[in-house]
């Protein structure tokens, strides 16, 4: 997976299209990630000690990485992730539109 937590990104489809966010929690075995204040959903929660009443609770639902894209932190435009090799021999990623590391 080429995005990582607080990387800054944009949602392509559904029903928060357009808006940005940054990554909270990566999940890369489900190929989804969970972006800061975006895709709402309701959890229904039992009562317990820290909630006697229990409830309704609102919490950020997980998007398919396929359904979002990275902005780049220097151009500010929507890119791809490349990867380039650096002269150490470390792997950097690289915005494909400014060729600028990330």
């Given at each position: 997976?080429?995005?990582?937590?607080?990387?800054?990104v944009a949602?392509?489809?559904?029903?928060?299209r357009?808006?940005k966010?940054?990554?909270?929690?990566?999940?890369?075995?489900e190929?989804?990630?969970i972006?800061?204040?975006?895709n709402?959903?309701?959890?229904?929660?039992?009562?317990s000690?820290?909630?006697?009443?229990?409830?309704?609770a609102?919490v950020e639902?997980?998007l398919?990485?396929s359904n979002?894209?990275l902005v780049?932190?220097?151009?500010?435009?929507?890119?791809?992730?490349?990867h380039?090799?650096?002269?150490?021999?470390?792997?950097?990623?690289i915005?494909k539109?400014?060729?600028?590391?990330i």
């Amino acid at each position: 997976m080429r995005l990582k937590k607080g990387d800054l990104v944009a949602v392509l489809t559904g029903k928060e299209r357009g808006k940005k966010g940054k990554i909270l929690k990566v999940f890369p075995d489900e190929n989804r990630v969970i972006i800061e204040s975006l895709n709402f959903v309701k959890v229904y929660t039992r009562p317990s000690q820290q909630n006697p009443k229990g409830g309704i609770a609102q919490v950020e639902g997980r998007l398919h990485y396929s359904n979002i894209q990275l902005v780049c932190p220097r151009c500010s435009k929507l890119t791809r992730v490349g990867h380039q090799s650096l002269a150490d021999g470390s792997k950097q990623r690289i915005c494909k539109k400014c060729n600028e590391i990330i």
